[in-house]
Nanobody, 123 residues
């Protein structure tokens, strides 16, 4: 059974940084695409970043490009999202997602999801 457990959220001031972690277990993820999505109050869930477990190819949403970095640690089966220069608009619940081949990797549905971690950016 696939489990994705996020951690690392919290309250940070504008301009600050946070690193989110997603510990994945339950199967071999070598062919999966791992993604981070977020959902702000009153808004739909949106794509943030993704990484292919094999090879490490990354893609970012325009809104976070240059500020966020997605990475992985194969040995720990963990995916990270380093978030720098945080803005109030980044406030949301952040979700980790794992999609096997054949799924729309940037769609905000499908695959496996973690429980989410709250990120709040406020002074």
């Amino acid at each position: 059974q696939v489990q994705l457990v996020e951690s690392g959220g919290g309250l940070v001031q504008p301009g600050g940084s946070l690193r989110l972690s997603c510990a994945a277990s339950g199967r071999t993820f070598s062919r999966y695409t791992m993604g981070w999505f977020r959902q702000a109050p009153g808004k739909e869930r949106e794509f943030v970043a993704r990484i292919m477990w094999s090879g490490g190819f990354t893609v970012y949403a325009d809104s976070v490009k240059g500020r966020f970095t997605i990475s992985k640690d194969n040995g720990k089966n963990t995916v990270y999202l380093q978030m720098n220069s945080l803005k109030p608009d980044d406030t949301a619940v952040y979700y980790c997602n794992a999609k096997p081949p054949g799924w729309a990797v940037q769609a905000a549905e499908g695959g496996y999801w973690g429980q989410g971690t709250q990120v709040s950016v406020s002074s």
